[in-house]
């Protein structure tokens, strides 16, 4: 039975929460805060309970009405309704939670949030999955034959086998909407089969687009088997009616149980096979299989805020790690004496180094490994003290021994990059141990999702003793 619940707060996954008149917590998928609501309270666990939006009583006033028509089934930009004002409130308060609750030190300054200067449009890259089964809206389920349509869009959470038919997408700039329709009109044309995800097979499994603020557009084709003329015919069907739209054109065969493609040969059909991006006065070039971050106008921003913390004067060591592709080290190499990048994946690596050559940069030197294996006293003797660390894990944050290492490392200044604001909060807390939090500031790089990105300066207590490495 519906239950009749205020939601006050967002949490875990951006899902709002509110209690139930039992007074038990819950998280409800499709609510705001401020709504006041009937929920279906499907799961109680010992202490909480999740539920689903069954009938608004009364909208919050933070609400508003999604822009996208696909927003009901898709799943992708699940804070369509909440005003984006609002959204950036909910960001900039889960950093600071995270750092009153799980840190738990004092922070000098909390800036406001970075909104992003595009709310729509702002992804660089977006990956569409081809099936043979669409995922239904609640209206068609009772039509069995509309199941047994093909789709290109989005897999659906939940639904392994299904994939949502995407018409028109707002998270990356045309045209992205007109190729990936063109491919699903063509593929029907042709009677080209879509994949099918249960039986793993079917030609047409996946289409990657990547899309430069330079105006260049890459598409990666992804083939269940290898049929030359089929390809040859399906392409050229695509140039013909997209040419001027398409930098390039790659494809590559994937005969495997999964859609990784990172280990399979990439075949250059049109162009040349890679696009070329720009941040600030760097270029960067970006392989079918290369890693960038994916909105391209704030990542610079979030470089520049990385920067402006790092207070760089021209003479400094400093090491990046978990640097990707290079790009934060590259990015701070005309402004310090020397920078270091590990990153853990070698393409990453390779493309720092492309990345280094093109752009003239002689002071970054990369590093292929796992940072807290590759960070030891001997590292430190070839390369001397850092005087700033920059740190931009992956989600689950530094491993603890890499943290402790940098506690022995005592780099005057810390910039810890993050894109998720507990794992953060973690691994300062075991920082704090010698650092002083000066600054923290959030940037929201993926509006209407709850992901949200933060910034923070660390610096040295003149306390803090200088170890023996
Ligand atoms: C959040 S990304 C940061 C990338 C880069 N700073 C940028 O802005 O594009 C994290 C990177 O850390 C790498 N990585 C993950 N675990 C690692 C580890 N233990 N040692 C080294 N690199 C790691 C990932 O491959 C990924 O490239």
Not at 84 to 112: C, N, T
Not at 219 to 229: E, I, M, R, T, V
Request: glycine share 6%; with cysteine; proline share 5%.
């Amino acid at each position: 039975m519906a239950e009749a619940v205020t939601l006050y707060g967002l949490a875990d996954k951006g899902r709002a929460v509110g209690r139930t008149p039992e007074g038990m917590v819950v998280f409800v998928e499709g609510a705001v805060p401020g709504d006041v609501a009937d929920v279906w309270v499907f799961k109680k666990r010992s202490g909480f309970a999740e539920g689903r939006l069954e009938r608004l009583r009364v909208p919050s006033p933070q609400r508003v009405t999604p822009f996208c028509r696909h927003f009901a089934v898709c799943g992708g930009c699940k804070w369509q309704h909440l005003a984006y004002s609002a959204q950036l409130e909910h960001k900039q308060q889960a950093v600071v939670d995270a750092f009153e609750r799980i840190a738990k030190v004092p922070v000098g300054e909390f800036l406001p949030i970075l909104p992003a200067p595009q709310t729509t449009h702002y992804r660089n890259k977006l990956e569409f999955g081809f099936a043979n089964r669409r995922w239904l809206l609640p209206e068609e389920i009772a039509d069995p034959t509309i199941e047994a349509q093909p789709a290109v869009g989005f897999h659906r959470a939940g639904a392994f086998d299904k994939v949502v038919d995407i018409h028109e997408c707002w998270l990356q700039a045309e045209p992205s909407n007109l190729i990936r329709n063109e491919a699903r009109r063509i593929a029907l044309e042709q009677g080209l089969s879509f994949y099918d995800l249960r039986r793993q097979q079917g030609f047409l499994r996946n289409l990657m687009l990547r899309l430069t603020t330079t105006g260049e557009v890459l598409a990666l084709f992804s083939f269940g088997y290898n049929d030359p003329k089929a390809i040859q015919r399906y392409l050229d069907a695509l140039l013909e009616r997209l040419d001027e739209h398409l930098t390039t054109v790659v494809y590559c065969i994937n005969p495997k149980a999964n859609d990784i493609v990172l280990d399979l040969e990439m075949i250059t059909y049109k162009g040349k096979g890679f696009v070329v991006e720009q941040l600030g006065d760097l270029h960067f070039k970006i392989g079918p299989k290369s890693f960038f971050q994916t909105n391209s106008v704030q990542a610079k921003n979030l470089y520049d805020t990385a920067l402006d913390f790092a207070s760089l004067t021209g003479r400094e060591t400093v090491f990046d790690l978990y640097t990707g592709t290079g790009s934060i080290a590259l990015y701070a190499a005309r402004h310090c004496g020397q920078v270091i990048g590990i990153e853990e994946v070698p393409e990453a690596i390779a493309d720092a180094e492309e990345n280094r050559r093109l752009n003239g940069i002689e002071n970054a030197l990369f590093y292929v490994g796992d940072v807290k294996d590759l960070l030891t006293p001997a590292f430190v003797e070839q390369h001397g003290r850092p005087d700033v660390v920059i740190t931009d894990p992956p989600r689950a944050g530094m491993h603890e021994r890499a943290v402790r290492f940098l506690l022995e490392l005592a780099a005057p200044r810390i910039v810890y990059v993050s894109c998720n604001p507990a794992t953060q909060a973690r691994d300062v807390q075991l920082l704090a141990e010698k650092y002083d939090v000066l600054r923290v500031r959030a940037v929201d790089m993926f509006p209407h999702t709850h992901h949200v990105e933060s910034v923070a300066l660390l610096q040295l207590r003149s306390s803090a003793k200088m170890t023996g490495l």
